[in-house]
Every structure is written in structure tokens, then in C-alpha cells.
């Protein structure tokens, strides 16, 4: 079993969209990443969670530390929103990563 | 905005040869470290280095893998011997100071092994 666990694995939807991708982790974590990797496979971090919720611009972050869950959201979606988002954990140093959730937004 | 570089952007090497990938994290960050990612699946975990050396590595990292900070700016992954299944996209990444934990990735360096 995978130690952390993203759904969904494809996300397509219009420009304007409320956008909600999930992360489920098996393992006890101090944080938690949320990454957004390019068409051209550069990785940018959007938030570290440990508790609660972050928000930045158009994007929000939660975080469930009882139910090892967490929620990446985009309002508003754009097509410059589309790229892989990826959840990562860390227990201790070294991240673990998901798989990932390829968003797609159509004008 | 300050970044990691990271050089080359993509090489190519023939099997059995070394290869060294370049990373010059920014300046005042602290924790290094280098992952990478084969065509199609996950981001893995290669190695982390703090305070010139090797604090935890995973299973991927064995022998033929090394890192180094040779000079105080930039932080090496060398190959020594590249097999197939070496190739990849390699990040680099470093925390800052006062590791408050959010990540600074470099754009990668593809590795085709041939």
C-alpha cells in the first residue's frame, strides 16, 4: 500500500471551476507539502501544512491530522492552473511523495 | 526572487560512464537535498545533507551514487557508473535557514542513459 494516496489521478474541468484534490497518508508526518510540478517538470512548492488550513491567492490548503487527510483547493480555475499537483509527507527528513493529480483546465 | 540552478538541463551519457549533476542552492539555505524522478511515476527520495554531510539516505543511494559541497555554493550528485535504469529527471532542493521547511526546488536535470 501506497504511503500516500492522491485522488483523483486526472482532473479535467472548465475555466471558473472550484478545484478540490485530495491526499490521504498512512504514516505520522510533520508536515506536509503541496507541489505543483510543470508541463516541463519543474516542481514548485505551493504550501507546508502542519496544522490547519493556509491560503494563498486563488489557492487553499487543509489539513486533518486525526484523519491523516488533506485538501488542496483552486477557485476560480485558469488555464495556467493546469500542471501535476502533488502531495508529499514528511515523517522525518526525507519526503514522501504521491503519484500525483493531473489537472487539466479547458478555456 | 532567489532560486536553486541546477546544470546541466539535460544530458545524455553512454552506459557505464560518470556523471556529475550540478546544483547551486540559494545562499543562506542549510539542507540540501536531491531526488528524482523516473519518466512517468513518482518524485523519490535520493538524499539529504546538512552541515557538509550525508544526514539520511534512502535505499535508492547506494555505492554508485555520491554527493558533495565542494566549494560552499555548489552541491554535487555524482554517478559513477550509470546503468539504464539511472535515467531520469534529478531535483534538486534546499530549505533555508531557519528551516522553516518549505522546499526550493532547481528545474531538474534530465539524465538519459543510453
Known amino acids: 500500500k501506497n504511503e500516500v494516496e492522491q485522488s483523483p489521478q486526472n482532473l479535467t474541468a472548465q475555466e471558473g471551476e472550484f478545484i478540490t484534490i485530495n491526499c490521504s497518508y498512512s504514516?505520522?508526518?510533520?508536515?506536509l507539502h503541496w507541489l505543483q510540478q510543470h508541463p516541463g517538470g519543474g516542481i514548485v512548492s505551493l504550501f507546508m501544512?502542519?496544522?490547519g488550513k493556509k491560503k494563498h491567492g486563488r489557492l487553499i490548503a487543509t489539513i486533518n491530522i486525526q484523519e491523516k487527510h488533506s485538501s488542496l483547493h483552486i477557485t476560480a480555475s485558469h488555464p495556467r492552473d493546469s500542471a501535476v499537483y502533488i502531495c508529499?509527507?514528511?515523517?522525518?527528513?526525507?519526503?514522501?511523495f504521491g503519484t500525483g493529480t493531473r489537472l487539466t483546465i479547458i478555456p | 526572487e532567489p532560486e536553486v540552478t541546477q546544470t546541466p538541463s539535460h544530458q545524455v551519457t553512454q552506459m557505464g560512464q560518470e556523471v556529475i549533476l550540478r546544483c547551486v542552492p540559494i545562499?543562506?539555505?542549510?539542507?540540501f537535498y536531491w531526488y528524482r524522478q523516473i519518466l512517468g511515476q513518482k518524485v523519490e527520495f535520493l538524499v539529504s545533507?546538512?552541515?557538509?554531510?550525508?544526514?539520511?539516505k534512502s535505499e535508492i543511494f547506494d555505492d554508485q551514487f555520491s554527493v558533495e559541497r565542494p566549494d560552499g555554493s555548489n552541491f554535487t550528485l555524482k554517478i559513477r557508473s550509470t546503468k539504464l535504469e539511472d535515467s531520469a529527471m534529478y531535483f534538486c532542493?534546499?530549505?533555508?535557514?531557519?528551516?522553516?521547511?518549505?522546499?526550493?526546488f532547481g528545474e531538474g536535470s534530465r539524465l538519459t542513459v543510453l
Open positions: 545533507f546538512y552541515n557538509n554531510e550525508i544526514s539520511e
Open positions: 504514516v505520522g508526518i510533520s508536515a
Open positions: 545562499s543562506n539555505h542549510l539542507y
Open positions: 501544512l502542519s496544522s
Open positions: 532542493a534546499s530549505i533555508g535557514i531557519y528551516n522553516t521547511g518549505e522546499l526550493f
Open positions: 508529499a509527507v514528511a515523517p522525518r527528513e526525507k519526503l514522501t
